[in-house]
């Protein structure tokens, strides 16, 4: 299964993006489809996750009211809705998929074994 990340771009603060992953050759029907972000210099940070199986749904504390994960099953895609976007947001964000997490396992990246390609997020005036 290949991963394709679509949907960066430059916005301004306040502003609002959507990001896209959509599983090819594959489904995520026993997936959580996670999108982590990778600020310069920093390491990488769970951002949001998305349990196929049962739509167990987990956000990361600072995107938590801002950010909604939802999925479309018959496109096989998950989805990340960026609002009020703010400068410190600004980060590469990657899609992964993981089968048979458990919740507490979701914030950790190793648990992860399938990445897509980043997507540039800058939010800049």
């Known amino acids: 299964v290949q991963l394709q990340a679509s949907g960066g771009g430059l916005v301004q603060p306040g502003g609002s993006l959507g990001l896209s992953c959509t599983a090819s050759?594959?489904?995520?029907?026993?997936?959580?489809v996670a999108w982590f972000r990778q600020a310069a210099g920093k390491e990488r940070e769970f951002v949001a996750a998305f349990r196929w199986t049962d739509r167990h749904i987990a956000y990361a504390d600072s995107v938590k009211g801002r950010f909604t994960i939802s999925r479309d099953n018959a496109k096989n895609t998950v989805y990340l809705q960026m609002n009020s976007l703010k400068p410190e947001d600004t980060a590469v964000y990657l899609c992964?998929?993981?089968?048979?997490?458990?919740?507490?396992?979701?914030?950790?990246?190793?648990?992860?074994?399938?990445w897509g390609q980043g997507t540039q997020v800058t939010v800049s005036s």
């Open positions: 992964a998929a993981g089968e048979r997490l458990i919740v507490s396992s979701f914030r950790n990246p190793r648990m992860y074994y399938n």
């Open positions: 050759g594959g489904t995520f029907s026993r997936s959580t």
